[in-house]
């Protein structure tokens, strides 16, 4: 798992916590925690650690943003 904060580069507003997640098969998936849930969850997840999600909305995003996945 990747995860980092997403700002508004204008006002400087965290908008969510980012994160790109992956399944066993390899499979990514990116996923973001809405600023008013962040204080919620924020200290409760790892970068780099292994878990289980449930209970959770899937939905197409309003926005396109590509994202580029390099290796230093």
Wanted: aromatic fraction near 12%; hydrophobic fraction near 40%.
């Amino acid at each position: 798992m990747r995860l980092w904060d997403s700002v508004n580069s204008a006002t400087d507003e965290l908008l969510s916590l980012d994160m790109i997640l992956m399944d066993k098969q390899g499979d990514v998936i990116h996923a973001s925690i809405w600023k008013n849930l962040i204080d919620n969850y924020k200290t409760q997840i790892n970068e780099s650690s292994v878990y289980v999600f449930s209970n959770f909305k899937v939905q197409e995003s309003q926005k396109y943003c590509q994202f580029a996945m390099t290796s230093k």
